[in-house]
């Protein structure tokens, strides 16, 4: 048996580097999975490829109605949903704080934090009329410490954390557990193709070298962790943090002795 045999799984972001990861193996467990995000064609592209039990909605994260659709979506297509993985999210070209416009603070606090509250928000009455059930907010190792000249998405990260600690008090009694993965370093688009506005990547900043796992993260690796978060093995799991970066945040690792 797998272990999403009959639940539905909505993803944000579904059809990006990460997302498209995690739908591919909810999919694999069994789940009907949901492939929510801003590109439609894309998500049409992953469900057709996917075939049955993956259905895919256009869906705006900082829209409310849009919000609504695919909660929606998700109940009257597979009858429940049960699973809510936040997973989409923006990044600002890099600027100091005193270069950074307003209109690029708003926008990257509008996706990545406004967004996942209204998916929260939209997600937890649907979550109660199946019982229970779990929602994992993606959120990044520049959520843990600063970055310079990523001010607007550290601070989105840093709140996000907090929005879950607080979703995990409010829903734990409705039996929805509501927890946090940070990522460090992941090989994807995001990291490697310049954010909008900017001439230069982020993995031009990170050598994996100092690593204690010396390579950069893959989907997967994020995938396997949240798997289990959104599985009944982590039923006693609520409000926690989980950092999936290879030792990034460690500091240097000790280098080997050469002969």
Not at 233 to 249: C, K, P, R, W
Request: no cysteine; charged share 20%.
């Amino acid at each position: 048996m797998n272990r999403f045999d009959d639940q539905t799984v909505l993803v944000t972001g579904g059809s990006g580097g990460q997302g498209s990861s995690h739908v591919r193996a909810f999919h694999a467990e069994g789940a009907n999975v949901v492939i929510g995000g801003i590109d439609a064609e894309r998500g049409a592209a992953l469900a057709d490829e996917l075939g049955t039990r993956a259905h895919a909605i256009r869906l705006d994260v900082t829209d409310e109605s849009s919000w609504s659709a695919a909660v929606l979506a998700a109940e009257s297509t597979f009858g429940a949903l049960d699973v809510l993985v936040n997973n989409a999210g923006v990044q600002n070209p890099p600027a100091l704080i005193e270069d950074t416009d307003r209109a690029t603070w708003s926008r990257i606090l509008d996706v990545n934090l406004t967004g996942t509250l209204l998916g929260i928000k939209a997600a937890i009455p649907a979550l109660r009329r199946a019982a229970g059930g779990a929602i994992v907010n993606i959120a990044s190792t520049m959520g843990v410490g600063g970055t310079a000249r990523y001010a607007p998405y550290v601070a989105s990260k840093w709140a996000v954390r907090g929005l879950t600690r607080t979703a995990a008090l409010e829903l734990g009694r409705d039996q929805i557990r509501v927890n946090t993965i940070h990522p460090g370093v992941i090989a994807t688009p995001f990291i490697h193709e310049p954010a909008a506005g900017a001439t230069a990547a982020i993995a031009d900043d990170y050598s994996p070298e100092p690593f204690a796992v010396p390579r950069l993260g893959e989907p997967i690796d994020v995938t396997r962790l949240l798997l289990f978060l959104a599985s009944s093995d982590a039923s006693f799991i609520t409000g926690s943090e989980y950092v999936i970066d290879g030792g990034l945040l460690l500091g240097p690792a000790l280098q080997a002795e050469t002969a």
